[in-house]
Nanobody, 119 residues
């Protein structure tokens, strides 16, 4: 059974950088034929793809977030990470790490972590 667990701060100040880590168990991000995504849901809004790192190590980020998003992975720890720069209150959301992305189904989700942007 694949399990994902997000970790990181729950409160970030405006203009700061959000750093989240996703720890994966039950699968290997280095060898699995899967992508690994970050998705968020803001209050009253639908799910938004932040980006993903593919099984080949390629990174895909939507244009709307491309200038302030970084996604990476540490295969030795079986983790992948998100950095979102220049946070604003509009970035307040529940952030999820997810197995899947691109043309691959979202098959496993972390429980999500609430991130609030406030001074």
């Amino acid at each position: 059974q694949v399990q994902l667990q997000e970790s990181g701060p729950g409160l970030v100040k405006p203009s700061e950088t959000l750093a989240l880590t996703c720890t994966v168990s039950g699968d290997s991000i280095a060898t699995s034929y899967s992508h690994w995504s970050w998705i968020r849901q803001s209050p009253g809004k639908g799910l938004e793809l932040i980006g993903y790192i593919g099984f080949a190590g390629n990174i895909v980020i939507p244009t709307s977030l491309h200038s302030r998003t970084s996604i990476s992975r540490d295969t030795s720890k079986n983790q992948f990470a998100l950095q979102l720069y220049s946070m604003t209150p509009e970035d307040t959301a529940i952030y999820y790490c997810v197995r899947g992305g691109g043309t691959l189904e979202f098959s496993s989700w972390g429980q999500g972590t609430q991130v609030t942007v406030s001074s």
